[in-house]
């Protein structure tokens, strides 16, 4: 898990433009699949060049952006991949104050 703040020379934060720079840079196999697509909430799953599986989530209230990471060397359905992507899945963030 890591955490990004807004400061005074960005815009809100917005997590589709944060999965788009992230999956320019990732070392991924191919072309990932991004999942979900909104300002709010965006992920993708990929697999890397040395065959691990990723699942990845930003979520955005504007002022803070959390990136969320699991990776496995098991595919994405198995029971550990499947248990890290319910983790990820139940996170929230509170909205903007």
Known sequence: M?????DKTTGPLDARDFLKRFMQTAPSNGRGK???????????????????????????????????TCNTSTPLVSREARTGAQVIDSLKLKSRE
């Open 2 to 6: 890591t955490a990004f703040k807004q």
């Open 34 to 68: 991004l999942e979900k697509g909104t300002r709010q909430k965006a992920s993708a799953k990929f697999r890397d060049s040395e065959g691990d599986h990723w699942l990845v989530m930003f979520l955005s209230n504007g002022k803070t952006l959390l990136l969320a």
